[in-house]
């Protein structure tokens, strides 16, 4: 059975920073897609950062790029969101997500395309 387990959320002020990170157990993914999304109060779920396949390449939306950095450790099967700069803004519960084909196309930033999910951990940014 697969399962993704995200910790590291938090509160915290405005121009602090967060890590979060993504515990995968039941199967690998670091030849597949994975990735994180976000959803705030009212709010739908929207894209934030994504690695892909092998090579690793990342992708970011744009509300994020430059203070949001992806990673992950295959040796520990762990993805990783490391937030900088955090502004109010970026409050929402933030959920990992993977698949174990790489994406071939630019389709990283639908929630459809991901088979797996996590239980989702709350980001609250104070102004």
């Known amino acids: 059975q697969v399962q993704l387990v995200e910790s590291g959320g938090g509160l915290v ?74 502004k109010p803004e970026d409050t929402a519960v933030y959920y990992c997500a993977a698949r174990a084909r790489r994406f071939y196309s630019g389709t990283y930033y639908r929630a459809d395309e991901y088979d797996y999910w996590g239980q989702g951990t709350q980001v609250t940014v104070s102004s």
């Open 13 to 86: 002020q405005a121009g602090g920073s967060l890590r979060l990170s993504c515990a995968a157990s039941g199967r690998t993914f670091s030849n597949g897609g994975a990735g994180w999304f976000r959803q705030a109060p009212g709010k739908e779920r929207e894209f934030v950062a994504v690695i892909n396949g092998i090579v690793g390449n990342t992708y970011y939306a744009d509300s994020v790029k430059g203070r949001f950095t992806i990673s992950r450790d295959n040796a520990k099967n762990t993805l990783y969101l490391q937030m900088n700069n955090l």
